[in-house]
């Protein structure tokens, strides 16, 4: 990937639907270079014409019924990202509907010196960021098993309403 505004990009919102499962993905051997956000996981992503409904875009948890999706166990190995800008991962799982399991395997991201304000992900009420680390919300597991960032301004972990991190 080269001079992407995203580079691994797994997308739902409310309203797909319980049989809108994303699980079982394994993202493995990737190069990026230059790309603004390399991993979203995004839950709230506003497509169509009701994307940007409060209904969608609601950070507060709402009731599970037959329109509520859900992300199972997601992988990204042996993947190096270098130069990218707004942030590391930006990861948003519904608050009802958390996702299962995040693993990051043989992962190394690096900034550019000259690193620009970038949205990393497609959802309402995303301020530009610029150097961000791993952004996290609505996660059971976050495994990180040689994960590296250099670069980013901050901590390299911003998490909200994680169950567990796994660090190895």
Do not use: W
Request: charged letters at 25%; aromatic letters at 8%.
């Amino acid at each position: 990937f080269e001079r992407t505004d995203r580079g691994l990009r797994v997308k739902t919102r409310r309203g797909r639907g319980k049989d809108a499962v994303n699980e079982g993905i394994t993202f493995e051997h990737i190069r990026m270079d230059e790309v603004l956000t390399p991993f979203v996981v995004n839950s709230f992503y506003f497509c169509d014409k009701d994307g940007k409904t409060d209904y969608v875009q609601s950070r507060e948890a709402l009731p599970v019924d037959d329109r509520t999706p859900g992300f199972g166990a997601t992988t990204f190995c042996d993947i190096e990202a270098t130069n990218c800008h707004a942030a590391a991962a930006y990861i948003t799982g519904l608050p009802e509907s958390k996702v299962t399991r995040l693993t990051f395997q043989d992962v190394h991201v690096t900034f550019a010196d000259d690193a620009e304000p970038f949205v990393p992900a497609m959802a309402c009420g995303i301020e530009p960021m610029v150097r961000q680390g791993i952004i996290a919300q609505n996660v059971k597991v976050l495994d990180l098993q040689n994960v590296v960032i250099e670069g980013q301004d901050g901590e390299e972990l911003q998490l909200q309403n994680v169950d567990k991190v796994i660090r190895a």
